[in-house]
């Protein structure tokens, strides 16, 4: 499991001070890019010249209100882990340690010249095996 820590700010939100729902993309896949960057990768992830990482599938479900000025701290899981694709688990806590969101990306490998499915770079799928968790 990754965890990442965020502020929500005013900007973060509606006028009534609560996180705009679609903002919550925006932290799940700022906390993606840590992750990522966590695995210190020999090859830059975004900008190199063998592969591509789209979502094709993305969901999220809102229980609680996260508030400006709150921390909200991301816990991703790697839940499953195909040749070609991965899907992420994302749990969003308040301060108060209570669960405001959870969400789901899924992610495929694809070969950057055709666009077709290709299998996950060893070097990343050893990194998100790390973060595996069956559900």
């Avoid at 009534?16 to 990768?41: D, K, P, Q, T």
């Avoid at 789209?54 to 921390?71: C, D, M, N, Q």
Wanted: charged fraction near 30%; include cysteine.
């Amino acid at each position: 499991m990754f965890k990442y820590k965020r502020r929500i700010n005013f900007y973060d939100c509606d006028p009534a001070g609560i996180l705009f729902y679609g903002r919550v993309y925006l932290i799940c896949h700022e906390a993606y890019e840590m992750m990522l960057e966590s695995f210190n990768l020999k090859e830059n992830f975004w900008t190199n010249d063998k592969f591509l990482v789209p979502i094709i599938h993305s969901e999220a479900k809102y229980r609680k209100p996260l508030l400006a000025g709150e921390t909200a701290e991301i816990e991703i899981t790697v839940t499953i882990l195909k040749d070609s694709s991965f899907e992420l688990t994302y749990l969003i806590k308040n301060d108060k340690n209570e669960i405001t969101n959870n969400v789901r990306t899924v992610h495929v490998f694809l070969n950057k010249k055709d666009w077709k499915k290709t299998k996950i770079d060893e070097n990343v799928k050893e990194k998100l095996e790390a973060h595996f968790v069956e559900l």
